[in-house]
């Protein structure tokens, strides 16, 4: 029987997603692909598998699962409450999904995007050569109970019970920006106060972007409608006709005319993705130099990431039958030490 994991519950959000499909810009589709790519490194680095792997997408909560054969899986990106047959398994780690075992996902308790990865990967047919649903171009969408994935083979001697430690990037912070095309269009004071302003993630955004609220008014340029409409890319910072900027993501227009007063760093936009409604955001320009040297410093620990693999130690508060275990060796009825 083919391998599979069926649904049998499944949040609004949960899609299939890869790292995209690059190369279709100029025919009006942007890359697409996970939201938060860094989660894809974390799972195919604890599952030992190729980057390009499709995993499950969980925005905001998960679903119920059922294996047909015995499966390992691995939790990145969002916390989620999982469990596999009622007992709570945790996340950034992989476990073994025995078949017929339930595996339920519930809210994320921080950040957004959740990410479930299979041994093996995902194997849907893929659509201009990936995986990936991209929802605001119609291509796919969002999974529904009684779905059945197909699974790739994967080894029965592959190990289980590993962890990771995730790179922090759930609750706002520091982003790193680079100049964009219309960067010279915002009077030196404007850009002056957006690196000095705090920001707040709105709670309207989705896969095409992130909306950001400053504490204080918005940002303008005396230029900004005179420009035209030209090609932007995930990570663009538009500043909207209130002044109000609006953070590119991964299924974002392929152009607009809105003036950008920067870029995100490829390397921060998980940062970005992962802030829940309400958390808080600075940003710092970067020389273009300075921001290359930081993005193949994170290509390079990327890479490294497998090295970073441990063996996950059981929480004893989490071990239903410890007293099971033989905890202390060696015990006596304690008469030896007077003898000694």
């Known amino acids: 029987m083919t391998r599979a994991l069926i649904l049998r519950k499944a949040g609004p959000g949960v899609t299939v997603q890869d790292t995209g499909r690059p190369g279709y810009l100029a025919f009006g589709l942007s890359r697409g692909g996970a939201a938060d790519r860094l989660a894809l490194a974390e799972g195919a680095a604890l599952l030992g598998q190729d980057t390009g792997f499709a995993a499950l997408e969980m925005a905001g909560a998960g679903g119920e699962f059922e294996a047909t054969d015995d499966m390992r899986i691995a939790l990145t990106g969002a916390v989620m409450r999982a469990h596999i047959d009622g007992t709570a398994i945790q996340w950034n780690a992989i476990h073994r999904l025995p078949i017929g075992a339930r595996l339920t996902i519930g809210a994320a308790t921080r950040g957004v995007y959740g990410y479930l990865h299979v041994g093996g990967g995902v194997q849907t047919q893929p659509k201009l050569g990936a995986r990936s649903a991209h929802l605001a171009a119609g ?37 790193r920006v680079v100049p964009s095309l219309q960067t010279n269009v915002f009077a030196p004071a404007e850009r002056d106060r ?147």
Not at 198 to 222: C, K, S, V, W, Y
Not at 293 to 303: C, I
């Open 139 to 175: 291509i796919d969408a969002p999974l529904t109970p009684g779905t059945h994935l197909p699974i790739g083979p994967d080894s029965k001697a592959a190990p289980v019970g590993l962890r990771l430690t995730p790179e922090p990037r759930l609750d706002g912070g520091l982003i």
């Open 194 to 340: 957006f690196e000095a302003t705090t920001f707040r993630r709105d709670a309207r955004g989705n896969r095409m972007g992130a909306r950001i609220l400053p504490d204080g008014q918005g940002f303008h340029t005396e230029t900004g409608l005179t420009v035209l409409s030209e090609v932007i890319v995930p990570g663009d910072i538009q500043i909207t006709g209130d002044g109000t900027p609006f953070i590119l993501l991964s299924e974002c227009q392929t152009t607009g005319g809105y003036p950008r007063i920067g870029s995100v760093l490829p390397c921060d936009l998980p940062r970005v993705v992962q802030a829940a409604p309400g958390a808080t955001f600075r940003f710092q320009f970067l020389l273009l130099e300075d921001a290359v040297a930081v993005e193949t410093a994170e290509a390079q620990r990327r890479a490294r990431l497998h090295t970073t693999v441990e063996p996950l130690i059981r929480n004893p508060h989490d071990i239903a039958d410890l007293l099971a275990y033989q905890l202390i060796d060696g015990a006596t009825a304690g008469d030896d030490l007077e003898r000694a």
